[in-house]
T-cell receptor, first 117, second 115 residues
C-alpha cells in the first residue's frame, strides 16, 4: 500500500525566514510520481510540482525548491524568504504508474504553514 | 483558475437527504476524479472515471455513486446523508496518460454541510 507522511502538522515562521516542509513516502512501485499541492485559506487545491521517481534532479522555481531523495524516500519542499502570501496548507501526494487504478493520489495529512509579518 | 468547475460551491442539507454535486473537467481532459476532504480523514480518493467508464474506486461508501456523461461532465450523488458526510468534495481532471499518469488539476470544491 502507498502512504505519505507529513510529520509537521503546523509550522509558524516570521516573514523572510526560510522554511522546509518534510514529506516521506512509502510505495512498492518501482515507478511512481510525487506531487505538492497548496491549499490557501480560500480552499482550492493548487498544483505546485510533479516529480517522477526516475528523475532525482532537484528543482527550483523562484523562491520554491524541491529536494527529492529516493534513498530516504523523501520529497521535501523549501520556501526561501517566505512571504505572508505563502500561508496555506501544503499537501504532498503520491501516485502509482499508469496502470489502471493506480493513478489516484494518496495524500499526506498536510502541513499548515503560517507566515507572520 | 485550474479550468475545472464545480457546482454548487456550498450545500446545506439535512440528514437522510440526497444531493448531487456536479463537475466539469478542463477542456480536453477525459479523466475525472472525486476526492473527499474531512477533518478526521484528510483528503481521500473516492472514484475515477475515464471517458464515461469507471476506472478506479477508493473509499467510497455504497450510499455514494458517480457517473460521467458523454459531454465528460461528472456528477457525484450522495444519498441517505449522515452528519459525518459533511466535508469538502473536490473534483479533479487530467488527460489520461499511459504509462505516465498526468497531473490532476482540482476544482474549487463543494462544501457540504449536513445538519
Amino acid at each position: 500500500a502507498q502512504k505519505v507522511t507529513q510529520a509537521q502538522t503546523e509550522i509558524s515562521v516570521v516573514e523572510k525566514e526560510d522554511v522546509t516542509l518534510d514529506c516521506v513516502y512509502e510505495t512498492r512501485d518501482t515507478t511512481y510520481y510525487l506531487f505538492w499541492y497548496k491549499q490557501p485559506p480560500s480552499g482550492e487545491l493548487v498544483f505546485l510540482i510533479r516529480r517522477n521517481s526516475f528523475d532525482e534532479q532537484n528543482e527550483i522555481s523562484g523562491r520554491y525548491s524541491w529536494n527529492f531523495q529516493k534513498s530516504t524516500s523523501s520529497f521535501n519542499f523549501t520556501i526561501t524568504a517566505s512571504q505572508v502570501v505563502d500561508s496555506a496548507v501544503y499537501f504532498c501526494a503520491l501516485s502509482g504508474g499508469g496502470r489502471q487504478g493506480a493513478q489516484k493520489l494518496v495524500f499526506g495529512q498536510g502541513t499548515r504553514l503560517t507566515i507572520n509579518p | 483558475d485550474s479550468g475545472v468547475t464545480q457546482t454548487p460551491k456550498h450545500l446545506i442539507t439535512a440528514t437522510g437527504q440526497r444531493v448531487t454535486l456536479r463537475c466539469s473537467p478542463r477542456s480536453g481532459d477525459l479523466s475525472v476524479y472525486w476526492y473527499q476532504q474531512s477533518l478526521d480523514q484528510g483528503l481521500q480518493f473516492l472514484i475515477q472515471y475515464y471517458n464515461g467508464e469507471e476506472r478506479a474506486k477508493g473509499n467510497i461508501l455504497e450510499r455514494f455513486s458517480a457517473q460521467q456523461f458523454p459531454d465528460l461532465h461528472s456528477e457525484l450523488n450522495l444519498s441517505s446523508l449522515e452528519l459525518g458526510d459533511s466535508a469538502l468534495y473536490f473534483c479533479a481532471s487530467s488527460a489520461y496518460g499511459r504509462p505516465t499518469p498526468l497531473t490532476q488539476y482540482f476544482g474549487p470544491g463543494t462544501r457540504l454541510t449536513v445538519l
